[in-house]
């Protein structure tokens, strides 16, 4: 023989069998793992998602929060404000002092021909 061992291409060969088989266990501990860390419950996409309505939620109170305010100032400006009392009174319940005289003006269906 040339001088090799003959069982040294067969423990070459086993212990690089033992590195592929090594590093396949590893890739599908990395890719399991992976998956979990994107897919489950609490995993990325999940967080990406909760992020996005954690933000549309506060947006939507920022703009429930400013509606409460213009409400709160129209009730105070109501309640206080006695010309703002006697706009209401005349549009919208028809109300008028005494001695005043109400004028309605008619709209004319054929005004344009």
């Known amino acids: 023989?040339?001088?090799?061992?003959?069982?040294?291409?067969?423990?070459?060969?086993?212990?690089q069998l033992?590195?592929?088989r090594k590093a396949?266990?590893?890739?599908?501990?990395v890719?399991?793992?992976?998956?979990?860390?994107?897919f489950s419950p609490y995993g990325i996409i999940k967080s990406i998602k909760l992020a996005g309505q954690r933000t549309d939620a506060y947006n939507e109170l920022?703009?429930?929060?400013?509606?409460n305010d213009s409400l709160r100032d129209k009730i105070h400006?109501?309640?206080t404000d006695t010309i703002e009392i006697e706009r209401i009174?005349?549009?919208?319940?028809?109300?008028?002092?005494?001695?005043?005289?109400?004028?309605?003006?008619?709209?004319?269906?054929?005004q344009n021909k």
């Open 77 to 79: 400006q109501i309640r």
């Open 31 to 38: 890719a399991v793992a992976g998956a979990f860390f994107l």
């Open 1 to 15: 023989m040339n001088g090799e061992k003959p069982n040294g291409d067969l423990f070459e060969r086993i212990s």
């Open 89 to 110: 009174a005349r549009e919208k319940y028809g109300l008028v002092k005494k001695g005043e005289r109400v004028f309605i003006r008619k709209k004319l269906e054929n």
């Open 62 to 67: 920022l703009d429930i929060k400013k509606t």
């Open 18 to 20: 033992k590195i592929k």
């Open 24 to 29: 396949l266990i590893a890739a599908i501990v």
